[in-house]
């Protein structure tokens, strides 16, 4: 409430020093004006000319931006409150790979695990080392920091404990003296 009030401050005595004309110019306002010939022609060559260099990208730019778009696709999943079970560690691992239009053999290599356990990590079947997290961040050239990788496995065991109910229940047996508080 105090800052409301504090911006509202800022804001009169900001706007004081200007006519109400020159506070209406300062917005953009969309125009009524019809476009010239020449406008014309030079927004279709821009829009043809960013085609032909969208179409005309090499394999490693292709690459590049499906590695990016993977990259803030994680980081949207880590920063939502929302848990998604498809958007688990081994999701993210697969795309990484496949985005790279690699074999798992060949992935498996590059970053000296075995495809076994690769398979494992992708399927879930397995909680990677933080050897392994370590790598994929240097395998990416630091583009996927290892710590969003952390964050995406520290989601999926967040989920873990909050809906694991045989977990509590086999624990509960281990409590003793439990605290009881009238709420």
Request: hydrophobic content about 25%; aromatic content about 12%; cysteine-free.
């Given at each position: 409430m105090k800052t409301n009030k504090n911006r509202k401050?800022?804001?009169e005595v900001a706007f004081s020093k200007f006519t109400d004309q020159e506070l209406a110019d300062a917005y953009v306002f969309?125009?009524?004006e019809v476009q010239t010939a020449q406008e014309k022609d030079a927004e279709q060559n821009f829009?043809?000319?960013r085609r032909k260099q969208f179409e005309n990208r090499s394999e490693n730019e292709k690459m590049y931006n499906r590695l990016l778009q993977l990259k803030f696709q994680l980081?949207?999943?880590?920063?939502?409150?929302?848990y998604h079970k498809a958007f688990n560690f081994g999701y993210f691992?697969?795309?990484?790979?496949?985005r790279q239009?690699?074999?798992d053999k060949q992935f498996a290599i590059e970053v000296d695990v075995t495809p076994a356990?690769?398979?494992?990590?992708?399927n879930n079947h397995r909680k990677p080392k933080d050897e392994f997290v370590i790598r994929l961040e240097l395998h990416s050239g630091g583009m996927i920091p290892a710590i969003s990788w952390f964050k995406v496995l520290q989601k999926d065991k967040e989920h873990d404990i909050i809906?694991?109910?045989q977990l509590r229940l086999e624990e509960s047996k281990h409590v003793k003296n439990r605290l009881e508080f009238a709420y």
């Open positions: 401050e800022i804001q969309p125009s009524d829009w043809t000319n980081e949207d999943y880590i920063s939502s409150n929302q691992l697969n795309e990484y790979v496949n239009d690699k074999k356990v690769l398979s494992q990590y992708i809906t694991n109910q």
